[in-house]
């Protein structure tokens, strides 16, 4: 690859526990999560732009009609906030590749944050300590310094500050695919009004999550899959725990809400097992699509 140009992978997430406290006076949810980045990648080619200045965003792949290409884009703002602390002139165009779905609760924006950080870092030849690149991705949002390192990861916080799991083992998953995405920030606003009145408990992640993945049991795993905004997301589209229920019936070991929806995770022994359960998916008619992968995978990396 030339040198006026760099690209870099990077992997969504699903939630395989994520315990929502309560609303913090800054308007964000204490959470206690833990991160799983599965191999659905979306590609990001930052360049130097040959004609005219500023950036320029282009988008390919699934959904991206709904992917904005101005300065809303979460990959822009990485771009623009890592030249501002370099103190240099972001004169770039950023392609990305989209195989995560958009706005389908796997934290895609997200993820081309973390990579647009790490290609513009690599194109600017800044050589940023990881603890500087750390701090930028929390500052853009709560679940980019995941994507940057991937892997399974306790998330604690708005879900920025991150502890590595000791797990074993590769874990096998389907997912299943909506046509239209959720907003996360009216999800967490149906779960504040579905909690209200209620005593809200300070954020956990179970005993059990974590030794389902220290001794990499996908059985215990499936067991111990949790998400506290799974009730707003079928509040907000019912047709959800019909797709829960399907993937039950079909033998997941496991099925949950990933993040904010409408994606659904489930959780197979093997990938035969996983093929299975996407098949039957399909035939439900319930899902728009579905893809089958697995995890952990390594975070965001230049390719
Ligand atoms: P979360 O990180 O909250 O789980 P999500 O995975 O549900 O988010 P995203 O795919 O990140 O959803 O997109 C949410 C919204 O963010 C989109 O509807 C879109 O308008 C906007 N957005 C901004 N930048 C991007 C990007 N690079 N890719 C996708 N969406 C983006």
């Not at 990938?271 to 579905?290: K, P, Q, W």
Request: include cysteine; charged fraction near 20%; charge should be negative.
């Amino acid at each position: 690859m030339a040198s006026n140009e760099v690209s870099v992978r990077v992997p969504a997430k699903v939630n395989l526990q994520l315990s929502v406290g309560p609303a913090r006076a800054d308007g964000f949810h204490e959470l206690a999560t833990v991160f799983h980045a599965v191999g659905l990648h979306d590609e990001i080619n930052v360049r130097s732009r040959t004609e005219g200045s500023g950036i320029a965003i282009t988008c390919v792949g699934e959904g991206v009609s709904e992917v904005p290409l101005d300065s809303s884009n979460l990959a822009w703002q990485a771009a623009a906030l890592l030249a501002d602390t370099a103190r240099l002139e972001p004169d770039i165009e950023i392609r990305i590749n989209k195989s995560i779905p958009v706005a389908g609760g796997m934290a895609g924006g997200s993820a081309d944050a973390a990579a647009t950080l790490l290609a513009c870092d690599a194109l600017w030849k800044l050589d940023s300590p990881r603890s500087v690149l750390d701090r930028l991705c929390a500052e853009l949002g709560s679940d980019v310094t995941f994507a940057l390192h991937g892997g399974t990861a306790i998330g604690t916080g708005r879900g920025e500050r991150l502890t590595g799991v000791l797990a074993q083992g590769t874990f096998h998953w389907v997912f299943a695919l909506a046509g239209v995405g959720l907003s996360t920030a009216a999800v967490y606003a149906e779960c504040d009004r579905l909690r209200a009145g209620e005593e809200v408990e300070a954020p956990s992640v179970s005993e059990s999550l974590m030794q389902a993945l220290r001794a990499g049991d996908p059985v215990l795993l499936g067991k111990s899959l949790r998400n506290d905004l799974q009730p707003a997301a079928f509040s907000l589209r019912p047709s959800l725990k019909r797709v829960i229920d399907a993937g039950d019936e079909a033998g997941a070991l496991g099925g949950i809400v990933s993040g904010s929806g409408p994606t659904c995770a489930f959780l197979a022994r093997t990938a035969e097992h996983a093929l299975d359960i996407a098949v039957s998916l399909t035939s439900t008619g319930l899902v728009r699509s579905v893809k089958r992968t697995s995890g952990p995978v390594p975070g965001a990396r230049i390719s």
